[in-house]
């Protein structure tokens, strides 16, 4: 009497691998899906997300992506806040950031300050934060 043949592990075809590799070489594209450039300096890149864009009388609140070309001297390389735009009284404040070692929020978390809102700031000169209020408060 013969063994029963023990059943060999199924491969999958070569194009549904291939199938599987570029689908997961897309879900970070996709994850980001909702970022738009908002603008550049020599330092840094600015991203919001459209989608968390709030209005409040005369306050915008909305996620940003703060990119940055070089590591600062904390080694973040990107962060991720809430940043509010008082389009009455020009000023903004950033909260809840979450600072990256890696560029886009990838890398190793580095800080986390959940809820704690920074103060009020003076919209002025040319910079991202200008640029994005006049996105958000038409000035």
Request: with cysteine; glycine share 6%; aromatic share 10%.
């Amino acid at each position: 009497m013969t063994p029963p043949e023990t059943p060999r592990p199924r491969r999958r075809p070569a194009w549904r691998r291939s199938a599987l590799c570029l689908a997961a070489s897309l879900l970070p594209a996709m994850a980001w899906a909702n970022w738009v450039k908002v603008g550049e300096s020599e330092t840094a890149t600015l991203y919001m997300d459209r989608s968390t864009i709030q209005r409040e009388e005369n306050v915008v609140r909305v996620w940003e992506i703060q990119d940055l070309k070089a590591p600062d001297a904390d080694g973040v390389r990107s962060r991720r806040y809430l940043n509010e735009y008082d389009c009455k009284y020009q000023m903004y404040r950033i909260g809840n950031m979450t600072s990256h070692a890696g560029p886009m929020l990838t890398g190793e978390k580095l800080f986390d300050l959940p809820q704690e809102k920074g103060v009020w700031r003076k919209v002025s000169g040319r910079n991202l934060f200008t640029v994005s209020f006049v996105i958000h408060c038409g000035r």
